[in-house]
């Protein structure tokens, strides 16, 4: 059940801003949890709804309507895991399409993170929810998911992700054909301000840079098999990329063609190559394109056919 609290603002916190304020009185609750209360319109100044960077007057009453709490920390769950591999520092996994990565506000069970913590300890993070994790996959992608499992080795590969030393290539399936043999996209991207959970092309974003090869063209059915390596990290940075130039992802709930129906979004990480964080050497893991996408690896000879690496296991880059 909901319940309320109401606080006043002292004068010695005049000019605070209005969600860093309340994260202070409300032990527990995280300022990006704040902020999405006051979206919702959960939060009211003086009986209205306020911005989250409203600066507090002396006086202000704050009215604010929580939600129960969630677990202080995931619980281990026996979930199924493909594990492709594993040491004392990192286990990689290939994560199914349909697996939400870490508990979030909707999902805050059955996830990988769920999973992981039953089979093994994972590495403490700033989110309590999400420890051991360093990258994401949106819930609709597969593939290659690496997480660490001592300090070491999570602040390794957040300094390496941070500096662009991870590797990441991707298969993905995008509608319409590609003229180009292989291509760059940089377009910045940042939150829609309309609506929080989508991204979109924004002139004030954050630089995206994804740059992509053509393994095979179907133009009988409008369609372009390609192989993606994203040179920055933002959230839904392929489907918003491809999106935006006019070949989206088949399948894509989100930024996809209106009506589309696929068994699955068609974007699979099929490869991860990252700095081991103890040896020091290069590796790399791989995941074998699912099911769906084998038909469009076999059907037609195409342009361009260098194919994604088909067997699961690492290898160290040479």
């Given amino acids: 059940m909901m319940s309320e609290e109401t606080f006043t603002a002292p004068l010695e916190d005049e000019g605070e801003r209005l969600d860093r304020w309340l994260t202070a009185q409300l032990v527990g609750r995280s300022r990006a949890e704040i902020q999405r209360l006051i979206r919702m319109k959960k939060i009211l100044v003086n009986g209205e709804t306020a911005k989250p960077s409203r600066l507090l007057r002396s006086g202000d009453r704050v009215v604010v309507e929580l939600p129960p709490p969630g677990p202080s920390a995931p619980e281990p769950e026996p979930l199924p895991l493909k ?3 594993e ?4 286990i990689v996994v290939e994560k199914p399409v349909g697996l939400v990565t870490h508990p979030a506000p909707g999902h805050p069970r059955g996830t ?5 913590l039953y089979h093994c300890r994972l590495a403490e993070a700033a989110d309590r929810m999400r420890p051991g994790i360093v990258q994401r996959l949106d819930r609709e992608t597969s593939g290659v998911l690496v997480a660490a499992k001592t300090g070491k080795a999570y602040r390794s590969l957040v300094e390496q992700f941070k500096h662009g030393e991870v590797e990441k290539r ?19 991207l940042g939150r829609d301000p309309l609506r929080r959970e989508r991204v979109r092309v924004r002139a004030e974003g954050k630089r995206a840079i994804t740059e992509f090869s053509i393994l095979k063209r179907f133009e009988d059915q409008d369609k372009t098999l390609v192989k993606v390596r994203p040179r920055t990290g933002r959230m839904h940075q392929i489907r918003v990329h491809f999106s935006y130039i006019g070949h989206p992802v088949v399948g894509d709930p989100k930024y996809g063609r209106r009506g589309d129906w696929a068994e699955r979004m068609m974007l699979h990480a099929f490869e991860l190559a990252i700095w081991h964080p103890r040896t020091g050497r290069r590796v790399k893991f791989t995941a074998p394109p699912p099911e769906e996408f084998i038909p469009w690896l076999e059907h037609g000879s195409g342009e361009g056919n260098r194919s994604p690496q088909g067997r699961r296991g690492r290898s160290p880059d040479r």
């Fill in 83 to 85: 594990i492709i591999y």
């Fill in 87 to 90: 040491d004392g520092e990192i």
């Fill in 112 to 116: 990988l993170v769920n999973g992981l």
């Fill in 170 to 188: 991707y298969l993905a399936l995008v509608y319409g054909v590609i003229a180009e043999d292989e291509g760059l996209i940089e377009l910045p």
